[in-house]
């Protein structure tokens, strides 16, 4: 299986809130300079997570975006759903031109088995292995001052 791109951006931006996020508020355009991906694209992802209630978006100076919901209540399937829609829709596609020689019952099973595999995998989860692995934390810089 191949996660589309938007999918993966929608998976390493919430992680990176996850795991960065200290519980304030994170602006797009930050996320989107650690992860490599264009903030204006990034930002129509997290709209889709808002929507989804996902993230929870804050207006204005010192604004941005927090979790929704505690990380350990956040699984990759509510995320990748998020921003693709249902994943037995999309996953039980099977091939084209299907043929009676084809297991055709195949592809329910596999697309149950991938759905519940990413229902099993949380934020939290992430954010541990991520921490046990030494995945460097973003840390905001100390404010310098001149005398």
């Known amino acids: 299986m191949r996660l589309s791109l938007q999918a993966q951006y929608a998976i390493c931006g919430i992680f990176d809130l996850a795991y960065n996020g200290g519980g304030g508020p994170i602006q797009v355009r930050v996320i989107g300079e650690r992860q490599r991906i264009p903030a204006r694209y990034l930002e129509q992802i997290f709209q889709r997570l808002r929507r989804a209630k996902l993230v929870r978006g804050k207006r204005g100076p010192g604004g941005g975006y927090t979790l929704a919901r505690p990380a ?24 084209p031109g299907e043929s009676t020689a084809r297991p055709a019952f195949l592809w329910p099973q596999l697309a149950l088995g991938v759905a519940e595999a990413l229902a099993g995998l949380d934020l939290a989860t992430l954010c541990r292995d991520a921490s046990r692995l030494a995945v460097p934390r973003a840390h905001a810089e100390s404010p310098m001052y001149h005398i």
């Open 72 to 95: 350990q209540d956040i699984t990759l399937r509510d995320v990748i759903e998020a921003v693709e829609g249902p994943l037995d829709r999309l996953l039980a596609g099977g091939l």
